[in-house]
């Protein structure tokens, strides 16, 4: 079963309100304002999941533990990686380190793990469903190493639900893409609990 629009829609919708509510716990960490536009949702094949991205990426695999079965995936740029490291330590996020590093992996990750633990809280709200995940996996990839992004999902699922955000940090600091990846499995579970939930109250 593909989606239709209306239950793209509301995954766009699910998402935009739980990743408002991510950039609001970001902003603490980064001590900058945060904004996260607006998603587009769209379907997509396996092939095209990368075709935002130049070079390498930051790839960061989130598990499911509750509420939902399956993983996700949140690829961000490189630089902005590194940006985001400067600042959770102090810096200003213009002088960067020259390449991402462990460091900056273990900083992305302990970014992002309170980043997703939020947006999981607010999706559970909305799923009526307790939802919580593991601490997520940070990889550094480059975009030619498809096999090891083809390693990452749990899913056989050729097609994903792309959710596409504007990421805004600071005065000009940060302005980029920021994507999340959802099998087509793991998204029919979210529509599938959200009317659910709509429909019990």
């Known amino acids: 079963m593909e989606l239709n629009k209306e239950q793209i829609d509301i995954l766009g919708e699910i998402g935009n309100i739980s990743m408002g509510n991510a950039a609001t716990t970001l902003s603490v960490m980064l001590n900058q304002r945060?904004?996260?536009?607006?998603?587009?949702?769209?379907?997509?094949?396996?092939?095209?999941?990368?075709?935002?991205?130049e070079k390498t990426c930051i790839f960061v695999q989130i598990h499911y533990?509750?509420?939902?079965?399956?993983?996700?995936?949140?690829?961000?740029?490189?630089e902005d990686v590194l940006k985001m490291t400067s600042l959770m330590m102090g810096g200003d996020g213009i002088n960067i380190d020259p390449e991402v590093t462990d460091l900056h992996l273990s900083?992305?990750?302990?970014?992002?793990?309170?980043m997703m633990g939020?947006?999981?809280?607010?999706?559970?709200?909305?799923?009526?469903t307790?939802?919580?995940?593991?601490?997520?996996e940070v990889n550094?990839?480059?975009?030619?190493?498809?096999?090891?992004?083809?390693?990452?999902?749990?899913?056989?699922?050729?097609k994903f639900l792309k959710i596409s955000f504007r990421l805004e940090?600071?005065?000009?600091?940060?302005?980029?893409?920021?994507?999340?990846?959802?099998?087509?499995d793991v998204?029919?579970?979210?529509?599938?609990?959200?009317?659910k939930n709509k429909n019990e109250e």
């Open 34 to 53: 945060v904004d996260i536009t607006t998603p587009q949702a769209e379907i997509i094949g396996r092939s095209a999941a990368l075709d935002d991205y």
């Open 107 to 114: 900083a992305a990750s302990e970014a992002m793990n309170q």
């Open 140 to 158: 550094r990839i480059d975009v030619e190493s498809v096999k090891l992004f083809e390693k990452m999902f749990e899913s056989q699922e050729d």
């Open 118 to 128: 939020t947006s999981a809280t607010s999706m559970a709200t909305m799923l009526g």
């Open 65 to 78: 533990i509750k509420g939902l079965t399956g993983n996700n995936v949140l690829i961000l740029q490189e």
């Open 169 to 184: 940090v600071g005065e000009d600091l940060i302005d980029s893409t920021m994507v999340q990846l959802y099998p087509l």
């Open 187 to 195: 998204a029919k579970q979210m529509v599938t609990l959200f009317q």
């Open 130 to 136: 307790e939802t919580d995940i593991s601490t997520p």
